[in-house]
């Protein structure tokens, strides 16, 4: 009788347990700068991911199951970005992460997911050693610098011509790496140098040594590597000083705050980008989100929202293909069989490294701190 009674017991406790797990949320991490310097990318690609996470719950969540999100700040720093991976992936035990914004703390951190086999996607980092290192836990939306570097360089040579070209980078992974590929692409497609190859610190605020050697070289075209603050430093430093060359970089500099910081020194630079909010020339995916962007946030989504929306996406794609045990390995093999999804930065196929092929766009930033596309 005590034996009947007890599996009896077992046997609604497991029910119990069994009725609880289904309705618990599944935690996804979310990591990236939310204080200092890059506060403002930190934040838009947090307010990407909420969007995408709302929709998603609002249709019924995954197998039932809503997304909750985690979220930790790693103030632009590769120390604190580990610390907040740590804190995910062992504290808060979720089951996935998005993050982070600079390759240097990206690299860093995705350590940590590697080790604890936690499925992995950075919205918008683009440092190519990233899903060049054999990490089998990782994904990206953010299109590597192999395809932007590459893209840019193209530009410069091809479009506009450009015999001599000049390079200044940030001395850091995502600088230097794209460096790499600029170098690469000018020598193994049209058997150039630069005629300058300028790094600087990523806090430097003085960038006239770097600028008067590009000036001194000849340079007639500049291609930068750096982010939003840096690129308008340079952009004031170059025109204080005569220098008038073309200014072109990477999808670091796609940032409002460039044209604030900067002004009219920062008109007509040029960079490689992935989404452009233009609804006339959107696809119906990109068009939806962006009119979902507005309705959520009352303005127009940038390139980080859009990356971050479409990492959650996917994300979401991995969730679904683990249901309902969602086991890591079903979830990272879930991602990695994305293919042709139309979201809002294109339609996007996950390659067996990682990478999301894409198509790079180019645009220009023009008065008024808006930006046109140019090809």
Partial sequence: MKKSLLIAILAVLILAFAVSAEGEPLLIGVYGPLSGDAAMVGQTMVEGIELARKQINEAGGIDGRMIELVIEDDEQSPKVAVSAANKLVHDHKVIGVIGTVNSSCTLASMEVTWDAEVPHITAISSGAAITNVGNPWIARVQASDLLQAGAITRYAVEDLGAKKIGIMYQSDDYGAGAMEVIVQVLKDEYGMEPVANEPFEANALDMTPQLLAVQKSGAEVLIMWNMYQQGALIAKQAREMGLTIP???????????????????????????????????????????????????????????????DSMMIMA???????????????????????????????????????????ILIIRLIEGGKYELVK
């Fill in 247 to 309: 200014l072109l970089g990477g999808g670091g500099l796609t940032n409002k705050k460039l044209y604030e910081l900067a002004g009219d020194a920062a008109v007509g630079i040029v960079n490689s980008q992935t989404f452009f909010a233009d609804k006339t020339k959107a696809t119906p995916s990109a068009a939806a989100f962006i009119d979902a962007f507005e309705k959520e946030y009352g303005r127009m989504p940038d390139s980080n929202n859009a990356m971050a929306y």
């Fill in 317 to 359: 794609e991995g969730l679904k293909a683990a249901a309902p045990d969602f086991k890591n390995t079903d979830i990272m093999a879930g991602i990695l069989a994305v293919k042709d999804l139309p979201l809002a930065t294109g339609t996007i196929t996950i390659a067996p490294n990682g990478d999301a092929n894409r198509d």
